[in-house]
Each structure stands twice: as structure tokens, then as C-alpha cells.
């Protein structure tokens, strides 16, 4: 079975600056799936970034982009030039390519101060 | 492109109630989700269909709860007798399982209170 960790309960960081969400995972599969997922209050789960483990470019998405460590089953997101809008719970989850079973992590609740 | 359909948004109901939740996937996805995501905790994967075909469905109390994909499509979730415990909000979700990509999308959630 797959396990999905995310050690930050709370985060908080300035309007303008840099954060990173961290998030490690535990799998036995060589391919595999990876997401970050935002939830504002509203509470729709939204897609943020997504990266195959097949993949050896880190991938980004305007502001947003990943730093995928396979080796150290470490999945970090970064986000640059945070703005009130990224306010949100982030959940980092993991998706295995046998019928694409998900897991994801408790959340990191990001606060961005103006 | 419509997005996952849920309803009720919200429902309050009495333990040892029983409540239905509804979930139109978006169209053409084949894999359809429940999760039950608790206040402060990260979403939990209850049942898992592909086309009307039960993928995984680990975690699902099947004393209580229960699911069911007619036809490859609309899905519902049912709890009887409800317990405070259940107290959540339930995610439909679904998604394209192909090389276009596996994303999970979701739908707004439907929050329930048992009393």
C-alpha cells in the first residue's frame, strides 16, 4: 500500500515571496503518478501540477513548479510570487498506473500574508 | 466542459438516519471516485469504480455504506443508519484513465452533519 506524508500542518509566508511544500511518499511501483491539489474554502479540490514518475524533468506551471526527487520519494512544491489567491489547503496525493488507485496526504494549510 | 455534479450540497440528518449523495462524473470518464475527506484531514478513498465495475473498495464501512454505478455513469452513495462519526464531506470525483492524462477532477462536495 501506498503512504503519502506531508510534515507541514500550517505554513504561512509573505505576499510577493517564495514557499515550498513538502511531501514524501512510500511506494514499491517504478511508475507511478504524482499530483498537487489546492483547496480554497470553497472546498473544490482543484489540480495545481502534476508529474510522471517516468519523467526526469521537474515540472512547472506558471508560479507554480516541483522539485521530484524519485530516488528520495520526495515531491516538494514550490511556489514563487505567492499571492492572497494561493491561500488554500494543498494536498499532495499519488496515483499508481494499475487502475490508477489514489492516496492522498493530510494537507498542508498555506497562509499567504499581505 | 461541465464539470462533476453533486447532490446535496449539504445535508443535516439524525444518527441512525439514512442519507443518499448523487454524482454525475464528467462525461466521458470512465473511472468514478467517493472519498470522504474529515475536517483537517486529507480526502479517503471509499470506492472506486471503472465503468460500472468495482476497482477498490478497501475502505468503505460496507456494514453502513454502500455504492453503486448504474450503467457506467451516475453513481450513488448511501449510508444507513448514519453514526456522528460520518460527519464529512463526501468527494465525487472522476477521470480519463488514458495517455492524455489521469487527472482527478472533483466536484464541489456534499457536506454532512449527523446529529
Known amino acids: 500500500a501506498q503512504t503519502v506524508t506531508q510534515s507541514q500542518p500550517e505554513m504561512s509566508v509573505q505576499e510577493a515571496e517564495t514557499v515550498t511544500l513538502s511531501c514524501t511518499y512510500d511506494?514499491?511501483?517504478?511508475?507511478?503518478?504524482l499530483f498537487w491539489y489546492k483547496q480554497p474554502p470553497s472546498r473544490q479540490m482543484i489540480l495545481v501540477i502534476r508529474?510522471?514518475?517516468?519523467?526526469?524533468q521537474n515540472a512547472t506551471e506558471n508560479r507554480f513548479s516541483v522539485n521530484f526527487q524519485k530516488a528520495a520519494k520526495s515531491f516538494s512544491l514550490k511556489i514563487s510570487d505567492s499571492q492572497l489567491g494561493d491561500t488554500a489547503m494543498y494536498f499532495c496525493a499519488f496515483m499508481n498506473t494499475n487502475a490508477g488507485k489514489s492516496t492522498f496526504g493530510d494537507g498542508t494549510t498555506l497562509t499567504v500574508k499581505p | 466542459e461541465a464539470g462533476v455534479a453533486q447532490s446535496p450540497r449539504y445535508k443535516i440528518i439524525e444518527k441512525r438516519q439514512s442519507v443518499a449523495f448523487w454524482c454525475n462524473p464528467i462525461s466521458g470518464h470512465a473511472t468514478l471516485y467517493w472519498y470522504q475527506q474529515i475536517l483537517g484531514q486529507g480526502p479517503k478513498l471509499l470506492i472506486q469504480?471503472?465503468?460500472?465495475?468495482?476497482?477498490?473498495d478497501s475502505q468503505l464501512p460496507k456494514d453502513r455504506f454502500s455504492a453503486e454505478r448504474l450503467k457506467g455513469v451516475d453513481s450513488t452513495l448511501k449510508i444507513q443508519p448514519a453514526k456522528l462519526e460520518d460527519s464529512a464531506v463526501y468527494l465525487c470525483?472522476?477521470?480519463?484513465?488514458?495517455?492524455?492524462?489521469?487527472?482527478?477532477?472533483f466536484g464541489e462536495g456534499s457536506w454532512l452533519t449527523v446529529v
Open positions: 511506494t514499491s511501483e517504478n511508475n507511478y503518478y
Open positions: 508529474q510522471e514518475a517516468y519523467k526526469q
Open positions: 469504480f471503472q465503468n460500472n465495475g468495482v476497482v477498490d
Open positions: 470525483a472522476s477521470s480519463f484513465w488514458g495517455d492524455s492524462g489521469n487527472t482527478i477532477y
